[in-house]
Nanobody, 131 residues
């Protein structure tokens, strides 16, 4: 059973930075990718970034491209999300997920990770950005 534990959330002012970590245990080699999703109050959960296991390909949703960086340390089974130039709109609960299919889908005119294609989820870590 794969378990994912996020850490690193907190409160920062706009323009600040945070680094989220996701430690995976019981990691299955069937998992093709790990990704970060977020859910703001009153909004649907949205994909943020994905890193693929086999070719290390990376996907970012348009709203975070150039500000967020996803990376992984295979030796530690840990995935990171470095978040720079944070905005109040980035305020959300951030979730780590691992998946087999790891689909990217079009949603409201934007390409985004398809959360239904992820098999395991962490409990989340809160990120709050004040103006």
């Amino acid at each position: 059973q794969v378990q994912l534990v996020e850490s690193g959330g907190g409160s920062v002012q706009a323009g600040g930075s945070l680094r989220l970590s996701c430690a995976a245990s019981g990691y299955s080699r069937d998992m093709r990718c790990m990704g970060w999703f977020r859910q703001a109050p009153g909004k649907e959960r949205e994909g943020v970034a994905v890193i693929y296991t086999d070719d290390q390909a990376i996907f970012y949703v348009k709203s975070v491209k150039g500000r967020f960086t996803i990376s992984r340390d295979n030796a530690k089974n840990t995935v990171y999300l470095q978040m720079n130039s944070l905005k109040p709109d980035d305020t959300a609960m951030y979730y780590c997920a691992a998946g087999v299919e790891c689909r990217i889908t079009a949603r409201f005119g934007t390409m985004t990770p398809d959360e239904t294609s992820y098999n395991y989820w962490g409990q989340g870590t809160q990120v709050t950005v004040s103006s």
